[in-house]
């Protein structure tokens, strides 16, 4: 934390018209989940038996916990390689990973048939857990996802903690927020250990799953290394995250943005994206798999796009000029986020053909889920830091005076 100013609430009124919109919409969207609780799933959504999950899985929990991933890709580089370089970036990523990852928890609730019966997944199918395949990756992300979850609130901990310290009136509050800080001057290390192990186990595991999809799944996808493309891949996309959120929560909450840890930053995301495009076109030529970036039709084009949206950002971060100037870093960054996405969908959805001549898409109400998801994360985010210490710098009216 050298240099750096500490982490502070950014205070002051909630906005009444955000605070109203949200309500209403939230309402709408509470309505919406108990019609398809009661209803059943078919009455909400396009799937199909060809197509069992949709853009639930593809959006909210794949592409969603890969760009909830800023926490996992600032830990590595933070606590393993800079030695604290990167602290005041650490909270930041903690809460956007913490809620992206609750979300797509409550995705997964949302998507299952019959949801009341999630409960068996965090207790280990208890009575009857010697029936599971514990060979399954299905498994091994709902496990892995599930105990990421916790593992995130505990890290992100500390921060409510010196709120309760600081301002709480209950002289027990304080003194459980006092023994909490001390067990976390212990314990953090190994907290930032499973906060590390646990998503490169479900991260790479959602690559996995599609292998299971064999030739369902296009050649220019399908490939043994897909799980560890998906890794890579997340890791990119979750410094991509960090850059765009510091920027937006800089802009919204007239914080002083960490200019120089950002553009420091962007060199990591240099490194992350060649790695992904070495072993992308490294997979293409050693399977004998070139002819189908020219001749499979649309996919190709698809295939181009992406590929297009990984190489852009990556020419705009080469240059050590060009990584300076704050506005390129943060247009590379959000095509950076748009590439992991649309990798993640193609594998998903795009480049995934069950059988001959049956398509997906997503009703009105998959689409609306979706976005009340999204407003719950972003209520979420606006709350918390408002009222606890998650944002660092100073408020860019004061670091003028």
Partial sequence: MAGHSHAQPVGGPLNKKFVTFMVIFLGLWVAVLAYRFIFGIGVVSGLTDYYPWGVWIAFDVVTGTALACGGYAIAILCYILNKGKYHPLVRPALLTSALGYSM????????????????????????????YNWDSALLEVAHCVMAYIGVLWIELGPAFLEKWESTS????????????????????????????????????????????GGQKLHGLWYTPWIPLLFLISCVGMGYAVVVWESSLSSSLFKREREDSMLISLSGAMVVVTSLYLVLRFGDLIISGKVPLM??????????????????????????????????????????????????????????????????????????????????????MYYFIVKRYPILGGVPAEASAQ
């Fill in 294 to 379: 020219f001749n499979s039709g649309w996919l190709s084009v698809v295939f181009w796009a992406e590929i297009g949206l990984f190489a852009v950002p990556l020419w705009m971060l080469a240059s050590k000029q060009r990584r300076s100037h704050f506005p390129v870093m943060l247009r590379a960054s959000i095509l950076l986020m748009l590439a992991g996405s649309m990798y993640r969908f193609d594998t998903y959805i795009t480049a995934y053909q069950p059988a001959p001549g049956q398509t997906y898409f997503p009703s009105f109400l998959e689409i609306f889920i979706t976005a009340g998801v999204i407003a719950l994360e972003i209520s």
């Fill in 169 to 212: 009136k209950s002289s027990a509050l304080v003194g459980f927020a006092k023994a909490g800080l001390k067990f976390y001057d212990k314990a953090l290390v190994w907290i930032i250990a499973m906060g590390v192990l646990l998503p490169t186990m479900h991260q790479s595991s959602l690559g996995t799953l599609m292998l299971l």
């Fill in 104 to 131: 797509a928890g409550l995705a997964i609730v949302i998507d299952v048939g019959r949801w009341w019966g999630v409960w068996r997944i965090p207790l280990g199918g208890f009575p009857d857990m010697g029936n």
